[in-house]
């Protein structure tokens, strides 16, 4: 393996490795845009928490009652035996939150509350909600229709108690006084002073109403409300909700609790109420029917002048009584049975409910209809929420269709077994009728009809009874919900949470300019440093040359203490062990100066090595060999002479005639490159070349060659024979790494001789890339005087 291949392999060692210091050094090297993107960050924080609305946390908790695990409760223990309390289904909790949830009692909420309509004042920077303490309220009598649709924003300005209303865009739409009725787009309404509200003596003040749509409301308050329980075995639920205003949210809370206890009442009342209208509807017609009877027996009596039965008529009219209560409280049964047929066979899916609680010997039909109501009442409490595939919703609907079957049966069975009693009973009322015919025909005429009064009243009896049990039920009906905590809200505002804020502001102040300089470093291809040049390329590297802040072309002089001018004199100190060193002869060395591509500063680096030779009192000559673009003249702003070009092509010219000096460097010599050739290519190939070479290097010690960049033409490689050594000029922040491989192969193939680099135009803080540069501490370097901004950006 040879030497270049050695170096190859381990300048590759080097790139694979990861120095975790210098990545660090790339980002702290920008400290002081952490600070300001920091500090930034925190203030539009502050701003932030300054004018954000505080949202406040309010939160209450109920008990969802169970029937089934509790029992009923000692107050309604003395209704037990009558049946209508006691034996309720259990309530299921996943079901309640749902409904707690449900568009309907949020409606009803909305509605009892009248959020749907928000008073607001302007502040000096935002617009802030006033809820209880409103000065005024508007009372609608009736709505424009738009308002269900649409959001509306209307500007009151009271003053002298006059009023004011204003629409979006500042027009007047209607005037006048409190609780004068007005008209106007929103509709028909009236405003009133609020009496609860705080500094009532304020006269003149404008409020700004805001009119959301009922639907959106409650859009909203389904979305805010949190609703869940405990754990998972507990019926015991917590009910959240965040807003601005802490006293609106505890009312909010408080008013959803008690509209679901009322649609629970409503949802347990409902079944008495379809029984107490049936038992009306019959206590109506059997009263009817009693009256005639009574009417029958007074007209019987003034008629016959009867007045009394025989004590064999009295036991005759005791066995039929008794046999006619028998047939009418199975004829009672039978009808019953029918009419709940009947409303059962005509009942979609969708049926109302039935009538309980009527006294059905048969337990089991009772039951199935209580059970067939509480499938019913949960399916319409479930269908406001869920659609038609819910899965809860597709299992009521075919346990309600399997009850109806069985409950049809049954219904059935019992017909027929009550029609075989009501032939038994009919027959034994025969046997008692060939009895009576032996009785008087005035007696017998009486007990007919004292019969059918017995009958009648019996039965007006008991349905009085059913009444009287059916209103207890309304009466002691109980919500599902017991309130274990009201609704109550913290002083403290749950967000914005200022801690949270304020840390994610700092990592923010922190990630913004570490992605900016990761990414400027991930998309930067230039080089930058000693490192990038070592990293890249094999060829040594002699110096660099920091950023000039002064203006002055040449930077280095007696007294010059810059970082700039100590870097010449560092350059100048290296080309002692970079050039050959010959006793034979005392022939000057010839120092070519070239670069990858134009603007990399060839010109400012030959000029200022020149001066900085010419500072250790030796004899320096300046050559102009960059025949297609000249610089030194146009650098050094001197106007153009005969030069380089001049003395090759004109032979009566000689080099003391191209030669010329300037004030501000002793000892310099400079020679131009003259008038731009059409062929400067072939006449660098003349002996004039060669000729010019050989008489310089006799007089004088040092000779500077600015030459045209290597990547662009061959100007410079057409006369490198010439050279002891060339400074190849890279400059920082410009040339892209990718360009370094052509000084890379130019080393390798030894095209040029005696090869090595200067970094030109580097960044004195970031040094050599190994975090040291040339103000590490020396007191006597002249610091330039920069703005203060300049100082913290640079």
């Known amino acids: ?191 009133q002073k609020n009496t609860n509200a705080q500094n009532k003596e304020v006269k003149d003040y404008e409020l700004i109403i805001k009119i959301t749509p009922r639907y959106k409301v409650i859009s909203s308050y389904r979305y805010l409300v949190s609703v869940s329980t405990v754990n998972k075995n507990s019926s015991v639920i ?270 923010l102040g922190l990630i913004i300019p570490f992605i900016i300089i990761y990414v400027k470093n991930l998309l930067d291809t230039k080089i930058h440093s000693r490192k990038d040049i070592e990293e890249y390329t094999n060829v040594p590297f002699l110096g660099d040359v920091p950023h000039s802040e002064t203006k002055e072309k040449i930077v280095i002089g007696n007294d010059s203490r810059s970082s700039t001018a100590e870097a010449f004199r560092l350059i100048r100190t290296n080309l002692d062990f970079m050039l050959p060193k010959s006793s034979e002869n005392k022939l000057g060395k010839t120092i070519f100066i070239t670069s990858t591509t134009s603007g990399e500063g060839k010109s400012f680096i030959s000029i200022n090595l020149s001066a900085a030779l010419s500072l250790s009192n030796k004899k320096v000559l300046l050559l102009g060999m960059d025949l297609r673009a000249p610089k030194v003249t146009e650098y050094l702003g001197i106007p153009e002479r005969k030069g380089i070009t001049n003395f090759i092509t004109n032979n009566d010219i000689t080099l003391q005639d191209v030669k010329f000096s300037i004030p501000e460097i002793k000892g310099l010599d400079i020679i131009a490159s003259g008038v731009i050739p059409p062929n400067p290519a072939e006449l660098l190939l003349t002996d004039k070349v060669k000729e010019l070479f050989d008489e310089v290097k006799k007089g004088y010690d040092y000779i500077i060659v600015d030459t045209a960049p290597v990547n662009l033409v061959t100007d410079t490689l057409l006369i490198s024979k010439y050279a002891d050594m060339f400074l190849y000029v890279a400059r920082a922040n410009y040339l892209d790494k990718r360009m370094l491989a052509v000084p890379q192969t130019l080393y390798l193939e030894k095209k040029l001789p005696n090869m090595a680099v200067v970094l030109n135009d580097t960044d004195m803080n970031r040094g050599y890339g190994y975090g040291y540069g040339y103000g590490y501490g020396y007191g006597y370097l002249e610091e330039v005087k920069k703005p203060w901004y300049k100082k913290i950006f640079s």
């Open 238 to 507: 917590n009910l959240s909700l965040n807003d601005p205003i802490r006293t609106k949210a505890e009312d909010f809370l408080n008013e959803l609790v008690r509209q679901y206890n009322i649609d629970a009442i409503n949802d347990k009342n409902e079944v008495s109420r379809k029984t107490k209208e049936f038992i009306d509807d019959r206590i109506g017609s059997v009263g009817r029917e009693l009256n005639l009877i009574q009417d029958s027996i007074k007209n019987f009596k003034s008629k016959t002048g009867f007045t009394g039965v025989t004590n064999e008529g009295e036991l005759i009219l005791e066995s039929l009584s008794r046999n006619h209560e028998s047939i009418l409280s199975l004829q009672t049964q039978l009808s019953i049975a029918k009419w709940v047929k009947e409303n059962l066979e005509k009942q979609s899916i969708n049926g109302d409910l039935l009538p309980a609680n009527l006294g059905f010997d048969n337990i089991s039909i009772s039951e199935s209809i209580g059970n067939y109501n509480e499938l019913i009442m949960n399916r319409n409490r479930l269908v406001v929420n869920a659609g038609k595939k819910n899965p809860q919703l597709i299992e009521l609907q075919k346990q309600i269709v399997n009850l109806k079957l069985n409950l049809n049966q049954n219904l059935n069975n019992l017909t027929t077994s009550l029609e075989l009693q009501y032939k038994a009973l009919k027959r034994e009322q025969s046997k008692i009728s060939f009895k009576k015919a032996a009785i008087p025909l005035t007696e017998r005429g009486f007990i007919d009809i004292a019969r059918q009064q017995e009958i009648i009243a019996g039965l007006f009896s008991y349905l009085l009874k059913k009444k009287e049990e059916t209103a207890i039920s309304l009466a002691v009906a109980v919500a599902n919900a017991k309130i274990i905590d009201v609704a109550y809200g913290s002083n403290v505002p749950v967000s914005p949470k200022r801690t949270i804020i304020y840390l994610a502001a700092i990592l």
């Open 1 to 191: 393996m040879n030497k270049d291949s050695i170096n190859s392999h381990i300048l590759q060692t080097q790139n694979d490795t990861l120095n975790l210091r210098e990545e660090l050094e790339k980002y702290l090297i920008h400290w002081k845009w952490f600070v300001v993107f920091v500090m930034l960050s925190i203030a539009f924080a502050f701003i932030y928490l300054r004018y954000s609305t505080p949202k406040y946390k309010a939160s209450t908790s109920i008990l969802i009652k169970d029937n089934n695990k509790s029992g009923i409760s000692a107050e309604l223990a003395a209704f037990e035996d009558l049946g209508i309390v006691g034996g309720g289904s259990s309530n299921n909790t996943d079901n309640e939150i749902e409904i707690l949830k449900s568009r309907k009692i949020i409606g009803s909420v909305i509605d009892s509350l009248n959020f749907d309509i928000s008073y607001f004042i302007q502040g000096r920077i935002k617009v802030k909600e006033i809820y209880k303490s409103s000065p005024i309220k508007l009372v609608f009598i009736e709505k424009n229709p738009n308002l269900l649709v649409k959001d509306t924003l209307i500007s009151i300005l009271v003053s002298n108690n006059r009023l004011k209303l204003k629409n979006e865009i500042g027009d007047i739409v209607s005037q006048g006084s409190f609780d004068e009725i007005l008209n106007s787009e929103l509709g028909t309404f009236k405003i």
